[in-house]
């Protein structure tokens, strides 16, 4: 890490940093443990053009989760820039492998988070997922929300990516006629928005804490789809959630639409590798 920033950064957290440990945090900022003789911290630095947007959104998230007291996200201590650099600093959380018990509170937990509702689909202020812009104008519908913001946008950049073929990607038409009859009286409810495996954390006293999100109002069955899509969750958390929202006659055909969004994301932020799966969905569905 450059001198200078350490020093800033301890300046901030009024404290002497005795050590400065890289760890693993993704694949767009560098993260790193830093050890203080009373506390440490989790930071990410991050030298992208719109890195502290994206660090001013994440915070924001992990407040409006945590205002919700449904379940724990890390405290975040100051989000800002030095020089050339957008950094982000917060609670670090020492975590353990989870049991079959953790993942069952886990699920109960996130059941809370999405009794969390709103009148609208989307959020007040646009967001990333992973390092791409995610737009959430709102919308009074499931359908016009996740056609117009999730879907058509991911299509669009993938066609500009040369990543899929105009033929290949429905038309605002056609995705709207296949998925009417699939989201019919959908509530809106408060969302992690990107909830893999490795965007939640088991604390050694059990409690666990959500990190890396991208909120906003949304279907439930949106969260669960994506740990569904890498797998890294225990049975216990799908039954404990399950038992608050019961799964509905189409949730499994809901659970790979909503798959696509994701697989698209990851076509257009790591290539062709994702291209398979993509087009095996779209053709399901939409052809």
């Not at 959104?57 to 007291?69: D, G, H, V």
């Not at 965007?199 to 050694?204: S, V």
Request: one cysteine or more.
């Amino acid at each position: 890490m450059n001198l200078d920033l350490k020093t800033h950064l301890s300046n901030i957290i009024n404290d002497s940093i005795q050590n400065v440990i890289p760890i693993s945090g993704g694949d767009i900022s560098q993260a790193y443990k830093i050890t203080t003789p009373q506390v440490n911290y989790f930071l990410k630095v991050n030298n992208a053009p719109d890195a502290l947007t994206m660090f001013q959104t994440e915070a924001f998230s992990l407040q409006t989760i945590a205002n919700t007291n449904t379940i724990k996200t890390p405290r975040v201590i100051v989000c800002d820039s030095f020089e050339n650099s957008a950094f982000l600093i917060m609670e670090f959380i020492t975590s353990k492998s989870p049991s079959s018990s953790d993942f069952k509170v886990l699920g109960a937990q996130l059941a809370q988070l999405h009794q969390c509702n709103s009148e609208y689909f989307g959020l007040d202020q646009d967001n990333f997922i992973g390092h791409l812009p995610q737009q959430n104008n709102t919308h009074k519908t499931w359908l016009d929300f996740y056609s117009y913001e999730r879907l058509l946008p991911q299509l669009e950049l993938a066609k500009e990516k040369n990543l899929l073929e105009d033929s290949e990607c429905p038309t605002t038409a056609c995705i709207k006629r296949q998925l009417q009859p699939l989201f019919e009286n959908i509530k809106p409810s408060l969302l992690h928005g990107d909830l893999w495996s490795g965007n939640y954390i088991i604390a050694t006293d059990g409690t666990p804490y959500l990190i890396d999100p991208a909120v906003y109002y949304g279907h439930n069955e949106v969260d669960i789809a994506m740990s569904k899509l890498f797998g890294g969750f225990d049975e216990s958390f799908y039954e404990a959630y399950f038992s608050e929202y019961p799964i509905g006659e189409d949730t499994s055909a809901r659970i790979e639409i909503y798959q696509l969004y994701y697989l698209l994301v990851h076509l257009n932020m790591f290539g062709r590798s994702y291209y398979s799966a993509v087009s095996s969905i779209l053709k399901k569905y939409f052809t």
